[in-house]
């Protein structure tokens, strides 16, 4: 009778530490993701404020210049002229003479 009720406590202990250290594990793995996801994060941010508006020519900064209601970018060392993502489309139909657009953007 002794042996039988050790041999169930025992059985029990085995069964709820094996459910402890489950919970445990799940919970470790949830803290290194969000950590992972944090320092991810971080040096996103990081690489973005070090690159942001900085000339990808030679590294020095660059300044906005509004250019027919467009914001261009140009570096304030090299005079090199950089457009995002559909802004040279957006000038050019706003413009019918073109020479004349370059004239204005090269401050001829």
């Excluded at 803290?31 to 404020?49: I, P, Y």
């Excluded at 690159?51 to 209601?69: I, Q, R, Y």
């Amino acid at each position: 009778m002794v042996e039988d009720e050790r041999k169930r406590e025992d059985e029990w202990f085995r069964a709820n530490e094996k459910q402890l250290l489950e919970a445990a594990r799940v919970a470790r793995a949830k803290r290194e993701a969000e950590r992972a996801g944090a320092e991810q994060e971080s040096e996103r941010k990081r690489l973005r404020d070090q690159h942001f508006m900085k000339c990808p020519k030679d590294g020095h900064d660059m300044k906005e210049e509004v250019l027919d209601a467009v914001k261009v970018d140009r570096c304030s060392f090299c005079e090199g002229i950089f457009f995002d993502a559909g802004e040279l489309d957006q000038l050019f139909l706003k413009r019918d003479d073109r020479s004349g657009f370059f004239r204005r953007l090269l401050k001829l």
